[in-house]
């Protein structure tokens, strides 16, 4: 384990993590138009770039670095890089699959970048990078035609090639740890955390970075979009040994709180949890303020249920900043002691002790 990885661990075991808000719509705030997304890189680009904004860390990184640095003043201990469509495959949809090692790269020199700053700003206060790892547009569980129930958009070879090519560059740029996020489909992120596996096992243990896991549950059935129950989910990526486990995105946090709970009472390892400032509105914005996040993490903090809080969409740096403030001095959670047992999970999970 190299002085990053010991770091990020001795700060998970000492207090709560403050993780940074959305990327997307603190991008809209800048009103970026297609010259934006385009640069003078992609000037000539047979297909239209807006919208893509993973491009930007490549077409205008000071964009995407001021969002860094302002979650880093926020009070954030950790961002994410932005990434979170950066394979061949989430590419494909703009001719963009030959760009995904440079847009990689250049995603964590904008976050590292931030950090440096941000610490430069305060003697001994240390920021750290996590490369963000996307769901995918394709799925591998789930047909997009409902004529044929057994038709998939994508192999698991096309997943797994297309995850590790981001991982590698990812870990190339220097990202202090690995982000599985907003799975929806729990056989993607399984080809993820195979990747993963499979460039560590590559590159010999010095490679080795804390790999997190954050999963989204799609609506009150407390259910992934391919079925699986918090519990079931859960043991079906224990076996990653993943340094944490949570839960982000599609909820508000109030939505979230008995999927919260049921995680902190049975992972291993440390629990995340940054929901979305409530449910999208008529308008596509987000309504909670940051004293509503603020209150309800606050509470998940009180009730000994997360190790790392933070904002999914519609998050702002004032949100960060009111929820580091709600957490500061709560003690972070206590993993709890499991009985040892045979545990499957197929849509739900099963002990057999």
């Known amino acids: 384990m190299d002085s990053a990885a010991q770091a990020l661990q001795a700060l998970f075991a000492s207090r709560i993590v403050v993780l940074d808000g959305a990327m997307g719509s603190m991008i809209q705030t800048y009103q970026l138009s297609e010259a934006d997304f385009r640069g003078e890189r992609f000037k000539s680009h047979p297909h239209d770039l807006q919208g893509n ?10 964009v995407i670095e001021k969002i860094h640095g302002d979650y880093f003043a926020a009070g954030a201990d950790l961002v994410e890089t932005n990434t979170f469509s950066s394979t061949a495959i989430g590419q494909s949809d703009y001719q963009l699959a030959a760009a995904i090692r440079d847009i990689n790269l250049a995603a964590v020199t904008c976050a590292r970048r931030a950090a440096r700053r941000a610490e430069a700003a305060a003697p001994g206060r240390r920021c750290f990078v996590a490369g963000a790892i996307g769901p995918l547009n394709r799925t591998l569980s789930m047909s997009p ?9 994508v192999t698991w070879e096309q ?8 991982i590698c560059a990812l870990l190339d740029g220097g990202v202090d740890a690995l982000l599985v996020e907003t799975i929806f489909d729990t056989l993607n992120a399984k080809a993820a955390l195979f ?4 460039v560590f096992d590559e590159r010999g243990d010095a490679a080795r970075v804390p790999v997190m896991i954050s999963v989204t549950i799609t609506d009150a059935s407390g259910r992934t979009l391919s079925g699986q129950t918090v519990g079931a989910f859960y043991t079906s990526v224990a076996h990653a040994k993943p340094f944490s486990v949570g839960i982000n995105c599609a909820l508000g946090g109030d939505a979230m709180r008995p999927y919260v709970e049921e995680l902190a009472s049975i992972a291993g390892c440390y629990v ?8 999208p509105n008529a308008f596509g914005g987000y309504d909670e303020t940051p004293a509503d996040m603020a209150r309800v993490l606050g509470d998940f903090a009180a009730n000994g249920w997360v190790n790392l809080v933070g ?7 004032a949100h960060i900043a009111a929820i ?10 206590l993993r709890p002691t499991t009985t040892p ?13």
């Open 195 to 198: 990747a993963i596996e499979s």
């Open 159 to 166: 997943v797994v090639t297309g995850y590790t090519e981001q």
């Open 324 to 333: 580091a403030q709600a957490v500061k001095g709560t003690a972070p959670r």
């Open 311 to 317: 904002g999914c969409c519609g998050s702002t740096p």
């Open 272 to 279: 995340t949890c940054y929901p979305n400032a409530g449910l």
């Open 145 to 153: 035609d409902v004529n044929r129930p057994d038709y998939r958009a």
């Open 341 to 353: 047992a045979l545990r499957l999970s197929g849509l739900e999970a099963m002990a057999v002790a």
């Open 53 to 62: 904004n993973d491009l930007l860390s490549l077409t205008r990184p000071d």
